[in-house]
């Protein structure tokens, strides 16, 4: 049976996240979670993600000795944001944004959710080919409503697309265990 450790490596490496499914069988078969080194877990299913996701004891590491994210930069601030923060800050920021996700405003949402999914279906109708699912309707769909939310106006939304890529390459495993890409040191401000 491969290791956590194993199994983590892999699903980074380019073929395992072009099909990572028999890597989370794997996963799975080692239950439903496994230690993989320096405190950090591979969890696996529903249950035992929603459990950890909820106990305090599994908290996010405190910043990096190093000093990493105190720089100002934007990987450090984004170090510092509600994704990677531990009470008693994470409950602080949750409830400054629960309160713009009322559900008075989800429903009045609606409308331009099902306008969107209306508009990237036929887009994949259109194209009359095999298309990318994942960056035609899956990526694009979360950013046409969050760009709605903002009040973004449609012309300006392709704008954020190629930031919320950078966003999420940034949110990766691979960016959080190795610190700031070459790419992204060197990137033009």
Same mark, same amino acid.
């Given at each position: 049976?491969?290791? $956590?450790?194993?199994?983590?490596?892999?699903?980074?490496?380019?073929? $395992?996240?072009?099909?990572?499914?028999?890597?989370?069988?794997?996963? @799975? #078969?080692?239950?439903?979670?496994?230690?993989?080194?320096?405190?950090?877990?591979?969890?696996?299913?529903?249950?035992?993600?929603?459990?950890?996701?909820?106990?305090?004891?599994?908290?996010?590491?405190?910043?990096?000795?190093? %000093?990493?994210? #105190?720089?100002?930069?934007? =990987?450090?601030?984004?170090? /510092?944001?509600?994704? /990677?923060?531990?009470?008693?800050?994470?409950?602080?920021? *949750?409830?400054?944004?629960?309160?713009? !996700?009322?559900? /008075? *405003?989800?429903?009045?949402?609606?409308?331009?959710?099902?306008? &969107?999914?209306?508009?990237? =279906?036929? @887009?994949?109708?259109? &194209? %009359?080919?095999?298309?990318?699912?994942?960056?035609? !309707? &899956? !990526? *694009?769909?979360?950013?046409?409503?969050?760009?709605?939310?903002? $009040?973004?106006?449609?012309?300006?939304?392709? @704008? !954020?697309?190629? =930031?919320?890529?950078?966003?999420?390459?940034?949110?990766?495993?691979?960016?959080?265990?190795? %610190?700031?890409?070459?790419?992204?040191?060197?990137?033009? @401000?």
């Amino acid at each position: 049976m491969t290791t $956590g450790p194993a199994i983590l490596t892999a699903l980074m490496a380019p073929a $395992g996240q072009a099909d990572p499914y028999p890597l989370y069988a794997q996963a @799975r #078969q080692l239950g439903p979670a496994s230690a993989i080194g320096d405190g950090w877990f591979l969890v696996t299913g529903y249950a035992a993600v929603s459990q950890v996701l909820r106990d305090p004891g599994f908290g996010l590491p405190d910043p990096r000795p190093d %000093g990493w994210g #105190q720089d100002g930069s934007e =990987l450090g601030l984004l170090s /510092r944001s509600i994704l /990677r923060a531990n009470p008693p800050d994470h409950p602080r920021m *949750r409830s400054l944004v629960s309160q713009v !996700f009322t559900p /008075r *405003r989800v429903a009045a949402l609606q409308p331009a959710i099902e306008n &969107a999914v209306d508009a990237l =279906l036929s @887009r994949l109708a259109e &194209a %009359g080919e095999p298309t990318d699912f994942m960056a035609e !309707f &899956a !990526f *694009r769909l979360p950013v046409t409503v969050i760009c709605e939310l903002l $009040g973004v106006p449609a012309a300006d939304q392709d @704008r !954020f697309r190629p =930031l919320a890529a950078d966003l999420t390459e940034a949110l990766e495993a691979t960016a959080a265990s190795a %610190g700031p890409s070459p790419a992204a040191a060197t990137a033009p @401000r």
